[in-house]
């Protein structure tokens, strides 16, 4: 059994420019969120998919935007980036919709913002 | 609301007890979590308590829950060195439709030699 694999592990964009996350979820997990880290703090969600539509939402403008597909694989995308953006990106999914069936999370892929 | 809080510190001798406060403001979370983060790594999941319960025990670790209190702690026993990462604790918020995980600010463990 595989875990959550989230690519790529760094990454380096420009303040303004366009990224995209990637994340393959465990097997047998049909539900995937994504969380946001900034140093010295704890996550904080950004949103869930499941289903392929996007279940569930946390303070974050529309310029963070994301696609689940069929194979319940995961795409995080952040438009017009900010310098602010520059943190731990967070994949985690889960068997079911809520997080007491447990989420298993993914190493994370670290976005830096200059 | 929703609000999770920790202390930010701990430090502690190998092979003491650890104790990490937790207190949450959700009074509807149904599940309680505990999550490990080592240097440059995701979070790994430690232990969980469903709210109707006042403990587990889970080998080294103890879970306490004060529901009334919204206070949550884990206790490690005989910390190791290997044990020294950041604790978060987190609460199950979303209502019934979708579930997220709002997480403290996390623990910063310690250990010495």
């Known amino acids: 059994e595989t875990g959550v694999t989230q690519s790529p592990t760094h990454l380096i964009k420009t303040r303004g420019q366009q990224v995209t996350l990637r994340c393959s979820s465990q097997?047998?997990?049909?539900?995937v969120s994504w969380y946001q880290q900034a140093l010295g703090q704890g996550p904080q969600f950004i949103f869930q998919?499941?289903?392929?539509?996007?279940?569930g939402r946390g303070n974050f403008p529309p310029r963070f935007s994301g696609l689940q597909f069929p194979n319940y694989s995961s795409e995080l995308n952040v438009n017009a980036l900010e310098l602010d953006d520059s943190a731990l990106y967070l994949c985690a999914s889960s068997p079911g919709l809520r997080a007491n069936y447990g989420y298993t999370f993914g190493s994370g892929t670290r976005l830096t913002v200059v | 609301g929703e609000d999770v809080e920790q202390s930010l510190f701990l430090s502690v001798r190998e092979g003491d007890s650890s104790v990490i406060n937790c207190t949450y403001t959700d009074s509807s979370s149904t599940y309680l979590y505990w999550y490990k983060q080592e240097p440059g790594a995701g979070l790994q999941l430690l232990t969980y308590i469903f709210s109707n319960m006042d403990m587990k025990q889970d080998q080294r670790l103890t879970v306490l829950l004060n529901k009334k209190d919204k206070h949550l702690s884990l206790r490690i026993a005989d910390t190791q060195t290997g044990d020294s990462a950041i604790y978060f604790c987190a609460e199950v918020t979303g209502g019934t439709s979708y579930g997220k995980l709002t997480f403290g600010q996390g623990t910063i463990l310690t250990v010495h030699p």
């Open positions: 998919y499941y289903r392929e539509e996007e279940n």
């Open positions: 097997s047998g997990h049909n539900t």
